[in-house]
């Protein structure tokens, strides 16, 4: 499984933004997100397959890619995040094994498009906060099947009363 997160998406998400920043401050925030995904133990099993991508289109120059910690992070330049992300997704070969992790609604259908496996922002943290088990990576949540509710002895009576007699077989 690989992880391909959107960054400043996750970083708004979780609240590591302050409002009216200045960029050496938002530098600092940015690295105090990235200290804190470093730490993750439920992440720790995956670094070597975990991508942070962060928009840098307007950069004087190009950053390219750097890692932090065991973490890939990656600057887009003279493009949006969105479009780098969409890239990797197009590109990469095996992208049914991708979470993309961004609570962008258009990637969230470029994952879809190519079977990559979409994560709100939410749902990652609360992976990072309680993971599945062991070694296991976020599972596709399906919904919970609701118990079918017992029904007391009085409860079956009026029903019986209401509805009719009790059919056996089927």
């Known amino acids: 499984m690989t992880f391909l997160i959107d960054g400043y998406n996750l970083m708004h998400a979780v609240g590591s933004v302050p409002t009216g920043v200045l960029a050496r401050q938002f530098d600092a925030a940015r690295g105090r997100f990235l200290d804190w995904l470093a730490e993750s133990p439920a992440l720790k099993p ?13 950069a004087t120059r190009d ?8 973490l890939t992070v990656t600057f887009s330049f003279r493009q949006t995040a969105d479009d780098l992300i969409e890239t990797y997704l197009a590109l990469d070969k095996n992208p049914q094994k991708i979470r993309l992790v961004s609570n962008d609604h258009r990637l969230q259908t470029a994952a879809k498009r190519v079977r990559a496996k979409p994560m709100a922002c939410s749902e990652f943290v609360d992976w990072l906060a309680d ?3 062991p070694g296991d990576g976020p599972k596709d949540h399906a919904p919970a099947t609701p118990e079918k509710p017992e029904s007391s002895e009085g409860e079956l009576a009026e029903y019986l009363r209401v509805f009719g007699t009790r059919k056996t077989g089927h």
Not at 63 to 70: A, I, K, M
């Open 63 to 70: 950053w390219g890619s750097t890692t932090h910690r065991g």
């Open 46 to 58: 995956y670094f070597a397959v975990t991508r942070i991508v962060f928009d840098a289109q307007h």
């Open 131 to 133: 993971p599945v088990g």
